[in-house]
């Protein structure tokens, strides 16, 4: 069970981090875009913005895709949160059986016990 919880942890900081590392670097692609954009001289004519539209494309599919990792990594968590309070709450279920067992157990020597051996609860 540890084992189990142990690697869902693992998968999902990896996922984390490699999710972390592509928006690092697709950030730091759009800001070098951007910057490369701004010092253009930007002017209205056709020929620029034909030249320029491969660029703002571009640009839209980083930050669709950022998007999309952001969505990945929200649903990862999530899917995090979920495993650790399944599992929370399948430990507490065995736990309390366990207290159960023990509370059975105990009551059943109790009874096999004569008054003058009983111990006091």
């Known amino acids: 069970m540890e084992r189990a919880q ?10 984390v981090s490699l999710a972390n590392a592509d928006l690092v670097q697709f950030k730091a692609t759009i800001i070098a875009l951007r910057d490369e954009l701004q010092d253009w001289p930007l002017r209205r004519d056709d020929a620029v913005r034909l030249a320029l539209a491969p660029q703002f494309d571009e640009i839209r599919q980083l930050k669709d895709t950022i998007a ?5 990594l929200e649903l990862a968590q999530v899917a995090k949160e979920d495993a650790v309070s399944a599992a929370r709450t399948q430990d507490h279920a065995e736990i309390m059986q366990l207290k159960a067992t ?10 096999t016990l004569t008054p003058q051996t009983k111990v006091a609860p």
């Not at 023990?102 to 009874?111: E, K, S, V």
């Open 6 to 15: 142990a690697d869902a942890d693992e998968a999902v900081r990896q996922g």
């Open 68 to 72: 999309a990792l952001r969505n990945t």
């Open 102 to 111: 023990i509370q059975a157990l105990r009551d059943q020597w109790q009874a």
